[in-house]
Every structure is written in structure tokens, then in C-alpha cells.
T-cell receptor, first 113, second 111 residues
Framework: ETGVTQSPTHLIKTRGQQVTLRCSSQ?????VSWYQQALGQGPQFIFQ???????GRGNFPPRFSGLQFPNYSSELNVNALELDDSALYLC????????????FGSGTRLTVV | KQEVTQIPAALSVPEGENLVLNCSFT??????LQWFRQDPGKGLTSLLL?????REQTSGRLNASLDKSSGRSTLYIAASQPGDSATYLC??????????FGKGTKLSVKP
């Protein structure tokens, strides 16, 4: 059973640029969700994808967007990067509604300068 | 609106102590609760998942309990070790099938 894989592990971007983060889900899971974690805080829900459709979204602006592919992997895209977007981005996979819990990846550390 | 609170925010104990981490939530209509461990700068590792029909789950030296009616869960760590040093997060399902997290308890176990 493969776990959740995220790439890249770290990256540095300049304010105003765009970034794409990637996530492969655990084998058998068809739902992927993304979270942003600022230093010293709990993860905050960005959005969730099920069957290639966004089916839930937290309090994040539209410049945060995503995709889910037929193999259930996912991308998180952030446009017009701001300094406050610097954070650890976590991807989680699960069955619908997380009925059997969530599996998280190791995260992508994004630094915006 | 579901809110999750974890107390204490930080805890430092000598090696070998038994300890309890607390998690409370405002909306008791949850179907499960999950405890995670996070090492600095790393992702989340699932420790225990408790379904609403269960009152306890155990894994090795870890035991988690759930009392839905009072909106509380505890994570008990027996015979703590320096390798247990990490931040422990609890999370409950939100209305969109997402997870709602507390801010975590940062545990330091001193040799």
C-alpha cells in the first residue's frame, strides 16, 4: 500500500509568481484535500476534490485553485503569490467524508520572498 | 461552527512519565476523531482513529478515548520516551468532509 506523496518538498518563489504543488493519493483513496499550515498553527482546510470535482472549500480566495486527475492525484495552484502564502502545504487522501480517516503526505514548504 | 481546542499548548516531562493530552470540540455530532503526530517541519502521521461508536482505541503505548456527549477526547501516552517529542494534533470532521484541527500540543520529553 503506497502512501501519499507530495512534490516538491521545498520551493522558494517571488511575490506575484504562480506555483503548482502536486500530490499522489494513497492507493484505494478517491478523495484528496489540501491544507495550509502556518507556523505554530493547526492546518487550515483549502479545498477538497472527489471524482475530479471540487466538493468543498475553506476560506481561501479564488487564486487558490486545484485539479484532480482520473488516477486521483491532485494539484494545488496558487496565483499572484503573496508573502502570507508562505506556509507548509499538506495534502491528504481518504475515502469520501473521511469515514476511515485521512492519510497525509509529508508536505511542501513554500517560501514567498 | 465546529471549533477544536487542545490543552495544554505545550508540555515538558521527564522520560518515563505517563501523560495525558486533551482535546475538546464544540459540536458533538461527529462520526470520528483522529489524533496525529507532527515532527518539526514534517507532515502528519496518523496515530489513532476513533469512530463515534467506540469509546477507546489503543496502539502500543498510546490510548485515545472519546466522549462525544461532553465533547472531549484524551490521548494517553504511557512511559514517555524522548522519541515521543513532537506536536500532537487532534481533528474532527467538518461539514464539508474536511478535517478541523486544534492548534496542537507541543510535547517535549527530557532524557
Amino acid at each position: 500500500e503506497t502512501g501519499v506523496t507530495q512534490s516538491p518538498t521545498h520551493l522558494i518563489k517571488t511575490r506575484g509568481q504562480q506555483v503548482t504543488l502536486r500530490c499522489s493519493s494513497q492507493s484505494g483513496h478517491n478523495t484528496v484535500s489540501w491544507y495550509q499550515q502556518a507556523l505554530g498553527q493547526g492546518p487550515q482546510f483549502i479545498f477538497q476534490y472527489y471524482r475530479e470535482e471540487e466538493n468543498g472549500r475553506g476560506n481561501f480566495p479564488p487564486r487558490f485553485s486545484g485539479l484532480q486527475f482520473p488516477n486521483y492525484s491532485s494539484e494545488l495552484n496558487v496565483n499572484a503569490l503573496e508573502l502570507d502564502d508562505s506556509a507548509l502545504y499538506l495534502c491528504a487522501s481518504s475515502y469520501p467524508q473521511g469515514m476511515y480517516g485521512y492519510t497525509f503526505g509529508s508536505g511542501t514548504r513554500l517560501t514567498v520572498v | 461552527k465546529q471549533e477544536v481546542t487542545q490543552i495544554p499548548a505545550a508540555l515538558s516531562v521527564p522520560e518515563g512519565e505517563n501523560l495525558v493530552l486533551n482535546c475538546s470540540f464544540t459540536d458533538s455530532a461527529i462520526y470520528n476523531l483522529q489524533w496525529f503526530r507532527q515532527d518539526p517541519g514534517k507532515g502528519l502521521t496518523s496515530l489513532l482513529l476513533i469512530q463515534s461508536s467506540q469509546r477507546e482505541q489503543t496502539s502500543g503505548r498510546l490510548n485515545a478515548s472519546l466522549d462525544k456527549s461532553s465533547g472531549r477526547s484524551t490521548l494517553y501516552i504511557a512511559a514517555s520516551q524522548p522519541g515521543d517529542s513532537a506536536t500532537y494534533l487532534c481533528a474532527v470532521p467538518g461539514s464539508q468532509g474536511n478535517l478541523i484541527f486544534g492548534k496542537g500540543t507541543k510535547l517535549s520529553v527530557k532524557p
